[in-house]
Nanobody
Framework: QVQLVESGGGLVQAGGSLRLSCAAS????????MGWFRQAPGKEREFVSG???????DYTDSVKGRFTISRDNAKNTVYLQMNQLKPEDTAVYYC???????????????????WGQGTQVTVSS
């Protein structure tokens, strides 16, 4: 069973950048479709970005052009590069891995069976 640990969150001013990392153990990320989700206070957890095993990606509209997801199979790590951050990006960010064959729609939470503990991202105005 794969375990996921996020890092890289923090406090940043609007317009700044952060890179989140998701390190996997107990399994190899090359076997999984991976996703990033976020949850702001009082809101439901929402899809941010995802990447299939062969590299296909998807993003929620609000982060297109600003965020980039990538994977380094050699390091067993998935990244989320976040540029031009806005206060509305403030949330706890979670990394997740899909269960099953890994062809599920990236944006659908129901396809993900493994989750990290989350990392806080706070963007000040």
């Amino acid at each position: 069973q794969v375990q996921l640990v996020e890092s890289g969150g923090g406090l940043v001013q609007a317009g700044g950048s952060l890179r989140l990392s998701c390190a996997a153990s107990g399994g190899t990320i090359s076997s999984y479709a991976m996703g990033w989700f976020r949850q702001a206070p009082g809101k439901e957890r929402e899809f941010v970005s995802g990447i299939y095993r062969r590299g296909g990606t998807d993003y929620t509209d609000s982060v297109k052009g600003r965020f980039t997801i990538s994977r380094d199979n050699a390091k067993n790590t998935v990244y989320l590069q976040m540029n031009q951050l806005k206060p509305e990006d403030t949330a706890v960010y979670y990394c997740a891995a899909q269960t099953g064959a890994g062809f599920g729609t990236l944006s659908s939470r129901s396809h993900y069976g493994y989750w990290g503990q989350g990392t806080q991202v706070t963007v000040s105005s």
